[in-house]
């Protein structure tokens, strides 16, 4: 155990850092922040390079902080660090997984339900969807082109642990689908055309894939054009539409073999 109570010492300039996508890139490390979040991590298989800490809350935490790669800080030092208004003072340095910091092929035997991602942009929606799917037994969700970054610290932090729970991937949502339909498993799209049909008149399965597109402009063409069936969710009252998360939520339990 260390400690380090200077805002001006080189490593906690490096782990500020972390916050931003090219600091993320160029260290293939990615910084957590909570007490939730770090016991989830420290449960789960994740490679953790530090536990970051005030000791105020190292005091306070009820799970166990093991001493190796222990650094105690300073409240400042928390505050640097932190990406929220009032910071629980505890932090983790984990390394990006290598099948996370780049795009990856479909995998080979493609079973369960998946989510894809397609552009969308919000944290809180991401983060939302991701938990969800966990929630649902999703074997995995798939970021494509345009959608926001899995280790921005809101996503993180929005994520509530489920991406200790479920596959993450960078994907090429093309080749994905693709991949499901020489498979012969259905992929569902999210867009409301003609030929469109009621989530309530799809069968449940266990095995499928489901896009869901960006909060403003929906799914790209090029996707639509491999979906087995576009589905919509039927609205009783005045509103227009539901959030891209909303929206997920009621697919993804209505549409699963549970």
Do not use: C
Request: proline share 3%; charged share 20%; no cysteine.
């Amino acid at each position: 155990m260390e400690t380090i109570l200077s805002t001006q010492n080189s490593r906690v300039k490096e782990w500020e850092k972390l916050k931003t996508k090219k600091g993320r890139r160029k260290t293939g490390l990615y910084l957590l922040e909570g007490r939730h979040l770090v016991s989830e991590a420290l449960q789960s298989t994740a490679k953790i390079d530090y536990v970051v800490s005030t000791q105020e809350e190292l005091d306070a935490v009820t799970f166990e902080v093991p001493t190796t790669n222990l650094v105690v800080i300073s409240q400042k030092i928390a505050e640097r660090l932190s990406d929220t208004v009032t910071t629980q003072g505890i932090f983790a340095i984990v390394q990006i997984p290598n099948q996370q910091r780049q795009i990856e092929k479909p995998v080979d035997q493609i079973t369960g339900s998946w989510l894809f991602l397609d552009n969308i942009q919000d944290p809180g929606n991401i983060g939302t969807m991701v938990r969800t799917a966990d929630a649902a037994g999703f074997v995995g969700v798939v970021f494509g082109k345009g959608t926001a970054d899995i280790f921005n610290p809101k996503v993180q932090r929005a994520m509530q642990g489920s991406q200790f729970h479920i596959r993450l991937i960078l994907g090429d949502l093309t080749t994905w689908a693709q991949s499901f339909q020489k498979a012969q498993i259905p992929v569902y799209g999210t867009e409301l055309n003609p030929e469109a049909k009621s989530y309530q008149d799809i069968k449940r399965t266990q095995n499928f894939a489901l896009i869901m597109g960006n909060e403003g402009n929906g799914m790209s063409e090029e996707l639509l054009k491999l979906t087995t069936s576009n589905l919509y969710i039927p609205i009783k009252g005045q509103a227009e539409s539901l959030n891209v998360a909303v929206a997920a939520g009621i697919l993804m339990f209505s549409l699963k073999d549970i």
